[in-house]
Nanobody, 131 residues
Framework: QVQLVESGGGLVQAGGSLRLSCTTS????????MTWFRQVPGKEREFVAA????????YYADSVKGRFTISRDNAKNTVLLQMNRLKPEDTAVYYC????????????????????????WGQGTQVTVSS
């Protein structure tokens, strides 16, 4: 079983920055597509950003393009989400998710952005952006 642990959430004013980390126990981390989702109470889980198992491709939700950057540190089995110019609308619980098997865009954008396509999840970390 692969364990995912998120950290780095907190309270920040609008316009500020946060850096989220997701550390995994995956033995073959370089074969996992890694993705960040977020969820607000009463709403469906929303795709944020994904990075290919090889690290040479990324995909972002339109709402975060130009503000968020996803990256991976294979030496530490870690995925990062740098969040800049934060808005109150970014307030949510942020979850790290993993898909094994060197799979990327096998069902197109709708597949990579679907929570149902991921096998492993972290516990989530709260991000709150005040006005």
């Amino acid at each position: 079983q692969v364990q995912l642990v998120e950290s780095g959430g907190g309270l920040v004013q609008a316009g500020g920055s946060l850096r989220l980390s997701c550390t995994t126990s995956a033995r073959t981390f370089d074969s996992y597509t890694m993705t960040w989702f977020r969820q607000v109470p009463g709403k469906e889980r929303e795709f944020v950003a994904a990075i290919k198992w090889s690290g040479d491709s990324t995909y972002y939700a339109d709402s975060v393009k130009g503000r968020f950057t996803i990256s991976r540190d294979n030496a530490k089995n870690t995925v990062l989400l740098q969040m800049n110019r934060l808005k109150p609308e970014d307030t949510a619980v942020y979850y790290c998710a993993a898909r094994p098997g060197r799979l990327w865009m096998t069902r197109g954008i709708e597949g990579i952005a679907s929570p149902n396509d991921y096998d492993y999840w972290g516990q989530g970390t709260q991000v709150t952006v005040s006005s």
